[in-house]
């Protein structure tokens, strides 16, 4: 089992940045492949961005590449999504997950894909 908590996110103008953190406890001597989701209200649970296991390769979504950027530092069990640039669509409560993984360079796009789930933290940009 693998416990994921995400950092606080916040309220913030259009245009500004904020960086959420996502902390893994547990069994953490797995691999894991690591992601971001995002659910805005009304909306269905969408990707965000996902990382391998071992960092050498991302995925982010059309709607946010060029803007966010997700990371990782396995000797902190950590991942990392930095925002830059963000728009008041970007407002979602974000979700971090984990799924064990055989394939140190393979990354995963869809929710179904993962195990492991944080609690969620709401990001919210005003215009």
């Known amino acids: 089992q693998v416990q994921l908590v995400e950092s606080a996110g916040g309220l913030v103008q259009a245009g500004g940045s904020l960086r959420l953190s996502c902390a893994a406890s547990?069994?953490?001597?797995?691999?894991?492949?690591m992601g971001w989701f995002r659910q805005a209200p009304g909306k269905e649970r969408e990707i965000v961005c996902a990382i391998t296991w071992s960092g050498d390769r991302t995925y982010c979504a059309d709607s946010v590449k060029g803007r966010f950027t997700i990371s990782r530092d396995n000797a902190k069990n950590t991942v990392y999504l930095q925002m830059n640039s963000l728009k008041p669509e970007d407002t979602a409560v974000y979700y971090c997950a984990a799924r064990s993984t055989y394939y140190s360079s393979a990354y995963y796009r869809g929710h179904s894909d993962y195990e492991y789930w944080g609690q969620g933290t709401q990001v919210t940009v005003s215009s």
């Open positions: 547990g069994r953490t001597s797995s691999r894991y492949a």
